[in-house]
């Protein structure tokens, strides 16, 4: 069975810094998504980022990056210059594609922005 | 497009109630699930249909029923529900066998059982 984990449960950084939220899965599987999803304050599930894993290059979307390094199934969430609205949640997730659409989450990080 | 829908945004009820929590999506989406979020549990899924007229279990399906009779529609049933059942609650959406990758959260349901 897939598992996902992330070691972090809160993280708080100053404004405009970087930050790197950690994931790491485990899974049998060759080809599947990986996610980061926020949820801020509103409870409202936002998809961050996805991750297809046939595809070497790392996702980016503006400030929002991953480090997927499938050999070491790890997947972590690099937020550079931080923004007071980057406060919320972080899930990371699994799902295997062409089976069914079912999504493992990890627990979750808390990240708080600073000002 | 409203997206994926749900009613109502909060409920308390008494332990050995029933309800139902609704879910509607109007993007053709032909999977649809429910999960439950606790703290420190992250999301885990209750019930998941892959189409109309089926459904199946995911990892905590007991207390809960489901039914999908149409596309748009997937509500979960809490037959007698319990103080353990206190929860948030979310259905999601998507394309359906791994087309896009994305599901499509509505925006929850707070349940409190005393």
């Known amino acids: 069975a897939q598992t996902v984990t992330q070691s972090q449960p809160e993280m708080s950084v100053q404004e405009a810094e970087t930050v790197t939220l950690s994931c790491t899965y485990d899974?049998?599987?060759?080809?599947?998504?990986l996610f980061w999803y926020k949820q801020p304050p509103s409870r409202q599930m936002i998809l961050v980022i996805r991750?297809?894993?046939?595809?070497?290059q790392n996702a980016t979307e503006n400030r929002f990056s991953v480090n997927f390094q499938k050999a070491a199934k790890s997947f972590s969430l690099k937020i550079s210059d931080s923004q007071l609205g980057d406060t919320a949640m972080y899930f990371c997730?699994?799902?295997?594609?062409?089976?069914?659409?079912?999504?493992?989450f990890g627990k979750g990080t808390r990240l708080h922005i600073l000002p | 497009n409203a997206g994926v829908t749900q009613t109502p945004k909060f409920q308390v009820l008494k332990t050995g109630q029933s309800m139902t929590l609704q879910c509607a999506q109007d993007m053709n989406h032909e999977y649809m699930s429910w999960y439950r979020q606790d703290p420190g549990m992250g999301l885990r899924l209750i019930h998941y249909?892959?189409?109309?007229?089926?459904?199946d279990q995911g990892e905590v399906p007991n207390g809960y029923n489901v039914s999908r009779s149409t596309t748009e529609d997937f509500p979960l049933r809490l037959l007698s529900a319990a103080p353990s059942q206190t929860s948030v609650y979310f259905c999601?959406?998507?394309?359906?066998?791994?087309?896009?990758?994305?599901?499509?959260f509505g925006p929850g349901t707070r349940l409190t059982v005393t």
């Open positions: 999601a959406s998507s394309y359906g066998s791994g087309i896009k990758g994305e599901q499509y």
């Open positions: 997730a699994f799902m295997k594609p062409y089976r069914d659409d079912k999504i493992i």
């Open positions: 899974t049998s599987e060759s080809n599947y998504y």
């Open positions: 249909s892959v189409g109309a007229g089926i459904t």
């Open positions: 991750q297809e894993a046939y595809k070497q």
